[in-house]
């Protein structure tokens, strides 16, 4: 397909996500537990931004030639892949599923996708089993509030059950919290906070540091030097100073160590999609 179709058609499947946003954002609620407010307006229009974006990349990842010495032609082909398997989680899976498919398709390649067994978006059918896996992921939390207090972590506020129905979860404080806790070195994707203190910023970065992940952090100063000292020094794929969790298509994201290889979303994720190779001819001297 030519690289124009292949961008023509990523904006034609982002117009009609547009056109059924208000359903895709009601089964993103229903399907993984998220507030529709965040669903409608941030995935959605999140989702839109990137394939639209990949779309406009699909004619533009090109090759480049290259003045080497001697009598010879060079230049480089960015070629897809071929067939790609990919593999996504349930925490934003539409948002997810746009991250890996603008990329591949935008650069000629197939994509088989295992979605999360969680959120797999297929039917409404599935409802009941997706409640019944809230159930696992409630009880899961549960389970590290419950190890913090077990470790020694002083439990501010918050600790149980929000409601009598439905798998809600108190806001949730831990103070006196130790590096070596399992709620401190394990996501735990649920509101609890660990609260950790330091004397200097050195040993806030060696602590940082001594982690086996490395996806994201964040620094909140009003000393631009330590801004810039920190977000240089921490060994994470983003730093964000100031703010959180802010995303953009054109920005990079990926994670140093065990959170993951390569970088998803702007130039650096078309990268993954294609194998760069190197054409050299010789060029033949005119007869004298």
Request: proline share 4%.
């Amino acid at each position: 397909m030519d690289a124009s179709e292949r961008g023509r058609l990523l904006n034609r499947l982002a117009d009609l996500i547009e056109r059924d946003r208000t359903y895709l954002a009601a089964l993103e609620t229903l399907d993984n537990g998220k507030p529709y407010v965040i669903s409608y307006l941030v995935d959605l229009d999140m989702v839109i931004k990137c394939l639209r974006y990949y779309a406009g990349w699909a004619d533009k990842y090109h090759g480049k030639t290259i003045p080497i010495d001697g009598d010879f032609f060079s230049y480089t082909r960015h070629e897809p892949v071929g067939v790609c398997g990919q593999i996504i989680p349930w925490n934003f899976p539409l948002l997810m599923q746009a991250w890996k498919l603008g990329p591949a398709l935008a650069t000629g390649n197939v994509v088989v996708m295992k979605v999360a067994e969680q959120t797999p978006l297929t039917a409404l059918y599935v409802a009941n089993l997706i409640k019944e896996v809230d159930e696992t992921q409630f009880k899961k939390i549960l389970g590290y509030i419950q190890s913090g207090k077990q470790e020694g972590a002083k439990l501010l506020c918050g600790g149980g059950a929000a409601a009598d129905r439905g798998y809600f979860i108190q806001p949730t404080v831990f103070g006196d919290v130790q590096d070596g806790m399992t709620i401190a070195k394990e996501e735990i994707f649920g509101p609890v906070m660990q609260v950790l203190k330091f004397k200097t910023i050195e040993e806030v970065v060696g602590r940082a540091n001594n982690s086996t992940y490395g996806l994201a952090a964040a620094v909140f100063t009003k000393d631009l030097d330590k801004a810039n000292y920190l977000s240089q020094a921490l060994q994470a794929g983003t730093v964000w100073v100031n703010c959180y969790d802010v995303f953009g298509a054109q920005a990079p994201f990926g994670g140093y160590k065990m959170s993951g290889s390569g970088r998803e979303l702007g130039e650096y994720g078309l990268q993954a999609y294609t194998e760069v190779k190197t054409v050299t001819v010789r060029v033949p001297q005119k007869n004298s």
